[in-house]
């Protein structure tokens, strides 16, 4: 949102609320396993996003553990969805990449590519308490709506992929 000036009119809550930064910070872990399903996170999840421009930010803390029969990691895939609304993005996504032979940090292949907000992009590949994945998205609304994140297991496996507690979302109104 261009910044109200002191000679076009009044500055107003509404004009300084959507000035300001939004912040949504995940409390506790979502694991989830043998689903390459993805659905919503339920904490990122119906939060509201009206009309103009939108710069969002998205760090989530992912862990991954190896199934013990095949030496297999899940990963996790995500996209984003923007419920009920009009609208058009692109989101440049960086993490850990899910490449087959990448066993450990020192093996780590990264990903580093631009998508459609609902395009899967897949992560992960190594076990390790936490696998970073960092994801910036520029998006025109034309139609308000309800933005959330979706995810699941890159590939079906019986334990968990997670998405963790202190993953965040920052959101700002730009246009």
């Known amino acids: 949102m261009q910044y109200p000036s002191l000679t076009t009119g009044l500055i107003d809550v509404t004009k300084l609320n959507a000035m300001l930064e939004q912040t949504f910070r995940k409390d506790t872990p979502t694991p989830r396993a043998s689903t390459t399903t993805a659905v919503a996170d339920p904490f990122f999840t119906g939060i509201a996003i009206g009309v103009g421009t939108w710069k969002i930010s998205a760090i989530f ?5 190896t199934n013990a029969a095949t030496a297999a990691v899940a990963g996790i895939k995500i996209n984003w969805q923007i419920a009920g609304g009009a609208w058009s993005g692109v989101r440049s996504c960086r993490g850990i990449a899910f490449v087959t ?6 093996d780590v292949s990264m990903r ?5 907000m609902g395009t899967d992009q897949t992560y992960g590949g190594i076990t390790t308490a936490n696998q970073p994945v960092h994801e910036d998205i520029v998006v025109t609304v034309s139609t308000p709506g309800s933005l959330s994140v979706n995810w699941a297991q890159a590939t079906s496996n019986a334990n968990a992929t997670i998405l963790g507690a202190n993953s965040l979302i920052t959101m700002r109104q730009i246009e």
Do not use: L
């Open 112 to 116: 580093n590519i631009g998508s459609s």
């Open 61 to 65: 803390h992912t862990m991954m553990t």
């Open 101 to 106: 032979g990448n066993t450990t940090p020192a």
